[in-house]
């Protein structure tokens, strides 16, 4: 089976703060069928955007499908708190490319 | 109930708003203006250091064109985190362009502030009777944390607001306040479910970005007996179920629980369905009221004072080496110093500046951009060592080595500049309080 990166298939990935600790990602879909076909897929997960990362699975926080958002959201502990010393992203809005180059089985 | 419609102007006051916008959201018969004004989001510099967040002049040109609806329609107008992070001296620069505005435009009207500063003390009983929860930050809050915490406060719930708005308010000046509560505290005061109240002020919060094309512009909502809908103020823009639940999973960790002081909202029922073109409306939030009421501390330390250099580098023989160059002269420099203690942190620009150890790229770039930052107890300090370490860098010899006459192109001189001092947050945690409004003490002045 091919393979696509998520960017091909989302609508927008989005990463930003939430809270001074944390980095939540957004991934939503144009449509449900879209949705919930990459879902189906299993590609994107805690391990997947651990991976993508290079971090374990305990620093991902939280993994969410949003069925009425046709969304799904993935939240990880930021390596040092926002603004403190070597942080170089204050909002935490630039840390989506790894995760929207993830690959997703996909005819 | 009536149905009661809050006017939220923009994202953040002093970004912007239109003033065509603005008009037609007046028009359509808000009972309130409310907006929130700050945030931890820009980082702790603005707790820690008291400086605003947005400029004088652009607060003041925005209040001014708020304050002046607001009278003109007999409604009050309500600021939240006042400043950037809603600290005394951000609460008390604010209400001075808010007395000046009440001279400059001629307007008579009760001008209500709220402290949300907390003494340093009160924090300490805190954590000495164990009433003090981590929230993120991963450690305990400590009595040495809280000795080092230059500036500390914490955010309100609406009840604050609700009682400035008892005491007869047209204008509420209020410091850090959860910013769900600075849209849901009129509705609330004025009987609204406070479920959906709160709800609708995690949306309306942000201004128009729930709405598309989403920016920094007038949204409205209005809360009904058992929903709430949502209107971008500009006929340029449209609320969509789209756009509303996307906006519902912005800059916060669980898309179904929302925590504020006092309460947990449960999201998992919610449905958005839209209604005609530029409206949706929200149903099926539920709350439950916490056992214990916790209010959210947030503090900053200082660090330190930071000096910075910017350099590019174009060859390639020296982007090869770059690595070990950096471990080098970091090495160096913290020896050179010594005993003093220096943190040196290298952003490379088209390596890892951005992500730092979450990069999983490694390709070579063709150019890179360096910031050398230093941060040291005092300015001096700083200074000396981040021109110790640009002047190494520059003159650096290393294996390879084509072009002898240096390694960096500074775009300016002096090469090194100084950024003062640098906070941290160092408490961002949950205190449990009495009552929702001891912490809070409103003043009231007739202007």
Redesign the interface.
Same mark, same amino acid.
Request: charged share 25%.
């Given at each position: 089976m091919n393979t696509r990166p998520l960017k091909d298939l989302a609508d927008i990935v989005r990463s930003k703060n939430a809270g001074p600790y944390r980095i939540t990602f957004d991934i939503l879909f144009k449509d449900k069928a879209r949705y919930e076909a990459v879902r189906a897929t299993g590609a994107i997960s805690a391990e997947s955007v651990a991976k993508a990362y290079g971090i374990g699975v305990s620093q991902v926080s939280s993994f969410f499908e949003i069925d009425m958002a046709n969304a799904i959201k993935i939240t990880i502990k930021r390596p040092r708190a926002q603004g403190s010393s070597g942080d170089g992203d204050m909002y935490g809005c630039q840390h989506h490319v790894p995760l929207m180059l993830i690959d997703v089985p996909m005819e | 109930m009536a149905a009661i419609t809050v006017l939220t102007p923009t994202g953040t006051l002093g970004y912007g708003f239109g003033d065509e916008a603005l008009a037609r959201g007046m028009a359509l018969g808000p009972a309130v203006i409310a907006v929130d004004a700050g945030s931890?989001?820009?980082?702790?510099?603005y707790l820690g250091s008291g400086k605003p967040l947005v400029s004088d002049v652009s607060i003041k040109r925005e209040l001014t064109a708020l304050i002046r609806a607001g009278r003109h329609a007999g409604i009050p107008v309500i600021v939240g985190s006042v400043g950037g992070a809603g600290s005394g001296v951000q609460v008390e620069r604010t209400a001075q362009l808010v007395r000046e505005i009440a001279r400059e435009q001629n307007l008579n009207f009760k001008l209500a502030t709220i402290r949300s500063d907390i003494p340093i003390e009160r924090a300490k009983r805190a954590v000495a009777a164990g009433e003090i929860v981590d929230?993120?930050?991963?450690s305990p809050l400590t009595e040495k944390l809280l000795d080092e915490t230059v500036t500390l406060v914490a955010q309100m719930g609406h009840e604050p607001i609700c009682a400035a708005l008892d005491g007869g308010a047209d204008v509420v000046i209020a410091g850090r306040a959860c910013d769900d509560s600075v849209i849901a505290a009129f509705p609330i005061w004025r009987g609204a479910d406070p479920a959906l109240a709160i709800h609708m002020g995690k949306i309306l919060e942000c201004g128009a970005f729930s709405a598309e094309p989403f920016a920094m512009d007038v949204m409205l909502g209005t809360v009904h007996e058992d929903s709430f809908l949502l209107e971008p103020g500009s006929t340029a823009r449209r609320a969509s179920v789209k756009s509303v639940?996307?906006h519902?999973?912005? =800059?916060?960790?669980?898309?179904?629980k929302q925590s504020g002081p006092g309460h947990e909202i449960d999201l998992s029922g919610?449905?958005?369905e839209q209604v005609g073109e530029r409206q949706v409306r929200v149903r099926g939030a539920r709350l439950t009221e916490t056992a214990d009421y916790y209010v959210k501390l947030e503090g900053a330390r200082l660090?330190g004072y930071r000096s910075i250099a910017i350099a590019g580098i174009r060859c390639p023989t020296t982007i090869r080496a770059l690595d070990a160059i950096l471990d080098d002269v970091r090495r160096k420099a913290l020896d050179y110093f010594a005993p003093a203690s220096l943190?040196v942190?290298f952003?490379v620009y088209g390596g890892n500046?951005?992500?730092?150890?979450?990069?999983?790229e490694t390709a070579l770039q063709r150019e890179i951009g360096l910031v050398i =930052?230093v941060?040291a107890a005092d300015q001096e300090l700083a200074h000396a060592a981040c021109h110790q370490i640009s002047g190494a860098m520059l003159h650096y010899h290393y294996p390879g080595i084509i072009n002898t006459s240096g390694n960096l192109a500074f775009p300016y001189s002096p090469s090194d500049l100084d950024l003062g001092p640098?906070?941290?947050?160092s408490a961002?945690h949950l205190m449990k309080v009495d009552t929702p409004t001891e912490l809070f003490p409103v003043r009231y002045e007739d202007l």
């Open positions: - | 931890t989001d820009p980082g702790p510099h929230f993120e930050a991963g639940a996307a519902s999973l912005y =800059e916060r960790e669980n898309p179904f919610c449905s958005f660090a943190s942190v952003h500046g951005v992500m730092k150890e979450l990069e999983p =930052e941060t640098v906070y941290e947050f961002y």
